[in-house]
């Protein structure tokens, strides 16, 4: 019975908290920048590994030329 | 745009933008813009707040809102500094911080705009402003901040 009330206050308070569009568009914007974070990180790591401009906007699915002219030196 | 910024005022826009480029926004915004003000040591005295502890906040911030979609933070490690300098621009916030500063350098007759000017045009944002947030966040509340800042 109280696990079952405990359970739905959860249900409710997350509820609540994602219907805060503060809170979801902060979140989105959070995504976004994690996604920036990782890229970078990542495309340092490839060039490290000896990929090639091409490969990493292959593997991005965006042109080489963007890649470079973001990371390039 | 920045004609008229004092050198200091220009640094602090400059380190807003490598704020932005280190936590990998698209844009520069009235919070990176607070995140710059505060590596000169007089800002942070008059806002009560140095620049890893508000850098911490937002990134709390950050963590919350995805902790309430169920998305837990990886930990990635140390920032990575993302380039591409020339393609950062302004938000609207940020830009209608501008003018208001310039407004209240004159209003002292002063030729420049100082950190200060800026400073106390970012005071007047309102939330869901992110400089108005994150002041919020931590607990710091501008009328204090104007007070000191009109005694120096």
């Known amino acids: 019975m109280s696990i079952q009330t405990d359970t739905m206050a959860d249900d409710l308070s997350a509820q609540l908290r994602t219907t805060d569009p503060a809170v979801g568009l902060r979140a989105v914007g959070a995504l976004r920048r994690l996604a920036e ?28 030329q963007s890649v470079h002219a973001k990371y390039g030196k | 745009m920045f004609d008229r910024l004092t050198p200091a005022a220009r640094a602090a826009v400059a380190a807003g933008d490598d704020e932005a480029a280190l936590r990998g926004d698209r ?50 490690g140390g920032a990575v500094a993302i380039s591409r300098r020339s393609a950062r621009q302004p938000t609207s916030g940020f830009r209608a911080v501008l003018p208001l500063a310039y407004t209240l350098a004159a209003n002292e007759r002063a030729r420049r705009v100082t950190p200060r000017h800026l400073l106390l045009a970012l005071l007047t944002r309102d939330e869901p402003d992110p400089a108005a947030t994150l002041l919020a966040a931590l607990e710091v509340r501008p009328a204090d901040v104007r007070a000191r800042a009109a005694r120096t």
Do not use: C, Y
């Open chain 1, 37 to 64: 974070q990782v890229e970078a990180q990542q495309v340092a790591l490839a060039r490290e590994q000896g990929w090639s401009w091409e490969q990493i906007g292959d593997a991005l699915g965006v042109a080489r």
């Open chain 2, 27 to 76: 844009r520069v915004g009235t919070d990176h813009l607070l995140l710059g003000l505060l590596h000169d040591r007089e800002i942070a005295d008059l806002v009560g707040v140095d620049v890893e502890t508000a850098r911490s906040r937002l990134r709390a911030l950050d963590e919350t809102a995805l902790a309430a979609l169920g998305i837990t933070s990886p930990d990635l």
